[in-house]
């Protein structure tokens, strides 16, 4: 008979142990405490949708706002969903007014992008470049998140660490422009990183717990991404799930000095 190491647990203390292991996975953002209130704009996305449904698993979490122009329905009873367009002013202002009404916010996620759709194409050089898809990228991926910014900010609570991020992209980054071309799209993330870092500054005269971040998902396998995965390497195509936990964890490490800033999935900082 095989000697019986450490001391027997009875049926109690196993469904104890359980119970202590299971919290622990849930706890997806340690740093920012308990009874967390999230705010996730661009939610019918696939990596929004990945957002909502990660942190409405986590015992933190204690109630979403999902917001998107198509309003959807959750297994979730912390989830509520929200009418939101970002393209229009007073749709983020009257979404603004109606979340202020149900106290502050300690997380605020920009999950929106637009690379191609709507009649525009990544260019593959200046020849394919167009007013529409200029004006289009830069509603979408820079003055639509600016003009959330304006009037989400005064929804997060002052009294602890606090985010909002907004989802850039690394060819944003003018410094790590090697190869050339998407011009809108490379231009819009660029003029986001801009407003990321000029807002930091504003921002943390004021409220030293509030953080605001750019974040780069990694090449993510969504509708964005699908005419383009081709190239992609192998093992660097990342499911939402796991490209949401990745940028949980980044936004869990967080410190102060970090506002500004763009960060990739694996914690590594992005120059502008």
């Given at each position: 008979m095989a000697k019986e190491v450490g001391p027997r647990l009875g049926r109690g203390s196993l469904l104890l142990q359980k119970m202590q292991k299971d919290e622990a996975m849930t706890e997806i953002l340690p740093s920012m405490g308990q009874n967390l209130r999230v705010i996730v704009v661009g939610a019918s996305g696939g990596i929004g949708r990945s957002?909502?449904?990660?942190?409405?698993?986590?015992?933190?979490?204690?109630?979403?706002?999902?917001?998107?122009?198509?309003?959807?329905s959750y297994d979730s009873a912390k989830v509520t969903s929200h009418y939101f367009d970002l393209t229009s002013e007073p749709s983020i202002q009257a979404a603004a007014t109606k979340l202020s009404a149900t106290?502050?916010?300690?997380?605020?996620?920009?999950?929106?992008?637009?690379?191609?759709?709507?009649?525009?194409t990544p260019e593959k050089n200046l020849r394919a470049l167009s007013f529409e898809a200029l004006q289009q990228s830069f509603m979408i991926n820079t003055f639509g998140p600016a003009i959330t910014a304006?009037?989400?900010l005064p929804l997060l609570r002052r009294d602890r660490k606090v985010v909002l991020a907004a989802l850039s992209a690394r060819v944003g980054s003018i410094s790590d422009n090697r190869i050339g071309g998407w011009y809108a799209y490379r231009a819009s993330k660029a003029a986001l990183n801009m407003l990321i870092k000029t807002l930091s500054i504003e921002v943390a005269r004021r409220f030293k717990n509030t953080l605001i971040v750019g974040l780069h998902p990694g090449t993510v396998d969504t509708?964005?991404?699908?005419?383009?995965?081709?190239?992609?390497?192998?093992?660097?195509l990342f499911s939402p799930e796991y490209s949401v936990s990745k940028l949980l964890g980044v936004i869990d490490v967080l410190k102060p000095e970090d506002s500004g800033s763009l960060f990739a999935w694996d914690g590594k900082q992005i120059p502008f």
């Amino acid at each position: 008979m095989a000697k019986e190491v450490g001391p027997r647990l009875g049926r109690g203390s196993l469904l104890l142990q359980k119970m202590q292991k299971d919290e622990a996975m849930t706890e997806i953002l340690p740093s920012m405490g308990q009874n967390l209130r999230v705010i996730v704009v661009g939610a019918s996305g696939g990596i929004g949708r990945s957002f909502v449904k990660t942190l409405a698993n986590s015992n933190q979490v204690s109630q979403i706002y999902a917001l998107s122009r198509e309003a959807e329905s959750y297994d979730s009873a912390k989830v509520t969903s929200h009418y939101f367009d970002l393209t229009s002013e007073p749709s983020i202002q009257a979404a603004a007014t109606k979340l202020s009404a149900t106290g502050g916010f300690d997380l605020c996620i920009l999950a929106t992008g637009l690379l191609q759709g709507q009649g525009i194409t990544p260019e593959k050089n200046l020849r394919a470049l167009s007013f529409e898809a200029l004006q289009q990228s830069f509603m979408i991926n820079t003055f639509g998140p600016a003009i959330t910014a304006k009037y989400f900010l005064p929804l997060l609570r002052r009294d602890r660490k606090v985010v909002l991020a907004a989802l850039s992209a690394r060819v944003g980054s003018i410094s790590d422009n090697r190869i050339g071309g998407w011009y809108a799209y490379r231009a819009s993330k660029a003029a986001l990183n801009m407003l990321i870092k000029t807002l930091s500054i504003e921002v943390a005269r004021r409220f030293k717990n509030t953080l605001i971040v750019g974040l780069h998902p990694g090449t993510v396998d969504t509708d964005l991404s699908k005419p383009f995965q081709r190239n992609v390497p192998d093992g660097k195509l990342f499911s939402p799930e796991y490209s949401v936990s990745k940028l949980l964890g980044v936004i869990d490490v967080l410190k102060p000095e970090d506002s500004g800033s763009l960060f990739a999935w694996d914690g590594k900082q992005i120059p502008f």
